[in-house]
């Protein structure tokens, strides 16, 4: 397969099938995880091919996507567009989190220092070639992962212990292999619905959680051009070379 500069994960089958109707490829095309499409975008004044790939849910597909993006196509910038759910009263909705640090959560170590496993699976993103203003109104965070929906029970423990104001499936696994790779990453995650103590406003209404999505998809895919853009401006004052 050939080399793409930026390739971008959606995780979620709702979140792929609302790019999908967004965007409308001509044509898409299967690989062993899922299937994928290239779609041109204006990235600072040119259209440029960009690889949109579902990646699937959790953790599992979330890695072995991550890695068979990374050595079948080779990007420059490896981009996770998608939802995770906030903790009411921490954060609002429809805020976008632009990741700095990935934590996965649900690991449960009874056999040594539980810290010390989850310490191995954090990963810290390099955001140096994205600077202010960004492209959009973010909130530069951490995000928490794991294989699970949020559990009301545990909001106060993953605020208290890791900072966390909203938390995802897939974007540790991603970041972990990303960062394995050294393959540049940025993840934008859309606030898509609220839980607090009381519960989620999207458990049992899938509905709710559908326009959530729609709306964080909708957004984060207008402003996706200017984040490349600014991304392709870093990485060619980085490789220029520097006069003698």
């Known amino acids: 397969m050939d080399a793409h500069p930026f390739v971008v994960l959606?995780?979620?089958?709702t979140e792929w099938r609302i790019v999908q109707e967004i965007l409308a490829p001509a044509r898409r095309e299967p690989y062993p995880l899922g299937e994928w499409f290239t779609q041109p975008l204006p990235i600072a004044g040119e259209s440029r091919d960009v690889?949109?790939?579902h990646g699937g849910w959790g953790k599992i597909a979330a890695a072995a996507s991550t890695q068979y993006v990374i050595d079948h196509w080779n990007p420059a910038l490896l981009v996770?567009?998608?939802t995770c759910g906030g903790f009411r009263g921490a954060v609002e909705k429809g805020t976008?989190?632009?990741v700095e640090k990935t934590i996965v959560y649900d690991i449960y170590e009874q056999m040594g220092d539980p810290e010390e496993h989850i310490?191995?699976?954090t990963s810290e993103l390099d955001l140096s070639p994205f600077s202010e203003p960004y492209p959009q109104p973010v909130v530069r965070t951490l995000l928490v992962s794991g294989d699970r929906d949020i559990r009301p029970e545990e909001i106060g423990e993953l605020r208290e212990r890791f900072g966390a104001i909203a938390a995802d499936w897939e974007s540790g696994a991603i970041a972990w292999v990303a960062t394995r790779n050294?393959?540049?990453l940025l993840i934008l995650r859309g606030v898509s619905d609220l839980v607090g103590e009381e519960g989620g406003e999207a458990y049992e209404n899938f509905s709710a959680f559908e326009e959530g999505t729609r709306q964080v998809m909708s957004n984060l895919l207008a402003h996706l051009p200017a984040w490349l853009a600014a991304f392709a401006r870093s990485h060619t004052q980085n490789t220029s070379p520097r006069p003698s």
């Open 10 to 13: 959606i995780s979620a089958n």
């Open 51 to 53: 690889l949109f790939v």
């Open 80 to 82: 996770n567009l998608g």
């Open 96 to 98: 976008v989190l632009l």
């Open 119 to 121: 310490a191995h699976y």
């Open 182 to 184: 050294r393959v540049p």
